[in-house]
């Protein structure tokens, strides 16, 4: 090969690096069980869901969560992340989960098909197996307190994002305003996701932060029965 065949080699494998997935992140372009930075778990405000899914379905319920029971702050997730992205359906096809299993999750993810889903696309990336890996949603949900304001919420109620990070960072000591994001739908609050070490220490992720809702004002429906 001549020297300028080499040179255009090398810097083709060069260019090629570059733009890689990080050897950490990835194996053979599939998401790694275990690879990750950190946890973010999500809480989703139910009755924000259950306005918008009335809306979706013409006023009809839609289904165990929005019927009766009344729900207020619920796990939407556990979500293991990198610094910039996230990795998702690490084992595909997923190993299966008991019913048994699903059921025992009901009280903080008010919707079997939740506990499915979530399992397939985030759970399977912790390198957990099923039962250590909810019994760790168990644990970092314990480990956030609501704030006292949006513990029993009987009428609507407007918001910033702010006030309600600020809030959640009032009730949990550790917690930053880098740490929370405040997610929105329809200028409704949908979502709180708070950033948790490995070992479920609150932490920082600017990454999330900076791609939270940007509205001034939000509201919150009550929690209320059908």
Known sequence: MSKQGMWASAFFALFLTAFAAPAAAQDGGRDVPGRFDFY????????????????????????????ARPYSFVVHGLWPQYEKGFPESCQVPAPRISR???????????????????????????????????????KARTAVKIPPEYVDVREPLQVMPKGVADAFIKANPGLTQNGVAIECSRRRLSEVRLCLSKDLQFRDCPDVVRHACRSDNLSMPPVRGD
Not at 40 to 67: N, T
Not at 105 to 132: I, R, Y
Request: aromatic fraction near 8%; include cysteine.
């Open 100 to 138: 048994r299993l699903v059921s025992s999750m009901l009280d903080l993810m008010p919707a079997p098909h939740l506990v499915f889903n979530e399992w397939d696309k985030h759970g399977t990336c912790s390198g957990l197996a099923a039962k250590a890996y909810f019994d760790m949603v168990r």
């Open 40 to 67: 973010v778990l999500s809480l989703s405000w139910s009755p924000s869901f259950c306005a918008a899914a009335a809306e979706r379905h013409s006023g009809r319920s839609a289904g165990g969560q929005c019927g």
